[in-house]
């Protein structure tokens, strides 16, 4: 089959599609021929050795697909020939992927490959910091930043969903429209987004700010929390990693929530299906509809990789494998 090797860590241009042979059914896993295969900020710092799960080189990266089972264990639930979406964690840049039944999927028949490939990472992870660590409640405010990529808007739209009213903060006018479609109420620049949040607010703060970027917006982002707020910290796609001035945390009673998806599911793999059965409801209703960004060929994982890297992405990026 083909497949994408990261076997330097020299960054996204360095990867390579190959052959390589399948991967073996085993009595307890789920083949699955990928359709589409979602692109993450993970796979960029993996690129580099930065991320920190660090498999042996050359290896497979992709974390997220869709597409259709070719064998499933007894038992499992899962048949030949449905359609699902995985979360595989490894190995879903290729034509073929095998993982666990409990990160698999089944995907309503009206959900695409694109839509179903967008779905494991961000909307799960969103869901685990919105819902289990910020404690969102129908009414809230939520400010997201780097709204319009893929976590972004995931977490917009999730938010929406769940009765929140989202004001949305981008780093160019250019995204601003990949944020409205995933259903922010506003949408302001990231430069001076302190005051615009006080204006649209009058002046209260909001209860969440979602944060996958870091770097110096961190302090405004703690200004703009209203009393007993939360900021919840989910990445550092800014590239550093702010420092906190705990000081600042007893002026409103606010908190710093750290969001680790990842070191919450693995120790108990079975609160991803719990999470899915959440979310199913609101995918099925259309409230859950991921703003698909450029798609690439599995060739041009690398060009893919740079999208995100480059932080030029608007929407979730996607390689399209058969």
Do not use: C
Not at 35 to 59: D, I, M, N
Not at 88 to 104: C, H, I, N, S
Not at 207 to 233: C, K, N, Q
Request: proline fraction near 7%.
């Amino acid at each position: 089959m083909r497949a994408v090797h990261i076997t330097s860590l020299a960054g996204p241009t360095a990867l390579e599609v190959v052959e390589v042979a399948e991967p073996a059914a085993g009595p307890d896993s789920v083949v699955i021929d990928v359709h589409v295969a979602g692109v993450t900020f993970p796979e960029v710092l993996q690129s580099r050795g930065e991320y920190q799960v660090k498999p042996p080189l050359p290896f497979i990266p992709g974390s997220e697909v869709a597409g259709v089972i070719r064998s499933a264990p007894e038992g499992s639930g899962l048949e030949p020939g449905q359609r699902v979406a995985a979360f595989p964690a490894l190995g879903g840049f290729a034509e073929v992927v095998a993982t666990q039944p409990g990160m698999v999927f089944p995907l309503p028949d009206a959900v695409s490959f694109e839509v179903g490939a967008s779905l494991p990472m961000n909307y799960l992870t969103v869901h685990f910091g919105l819902v289990r660590r910020g404690q969102l409640r129908s009414g809230d405010t939520v400010l997201v930043h780097g709204a319009a990529g893929g976590i972004g808007t995931a977490a917009v739209q999730l938010a929406s969903a769940l009765g929140a009213r989202v004001i949305a903060v981008v780093s160019s006018a250019e995204k601003t429209e990949a944020a409205k479609a995933a259903g922010a109420d506003e949408v302001v620049l990231a430069d001076g987004f302190k005051d615009a949040v006080k204006g649209l607010t009058g002046g209260r703060g909001v209860d969440i700010v979602v944060d996958p970027v870091g770097g110096d917006r961190f302090t405004d982002s703690l200004r703009s929390l209203a009393r007993e707020g939360r900021l919840l910290v989910i990445g550092f796609t800014g590239g550093e990693i702010p420092q906190v001035k705990v000081n600042r945390l007893l002026l409103n009673n606010i908190s710093v929530v750290g969001v680790g998806w990842g070191a919450f599911w693995m120790p108990q793999p079975s609160y991803l299906q719990e999470q899915w059965a959440e979310l199913l409801p609101l995918l099925e209703a259309g409230k859950l509809d991921p703003v698909l960004g450029r798609s690439f060929p599995l060739v041009g994982a690398s060009d893919a990789l740079l999208e995100l890297d480059e932080r030029r992405a608007t929407g979730k990026v996607l390689l399209t494998v058969r």
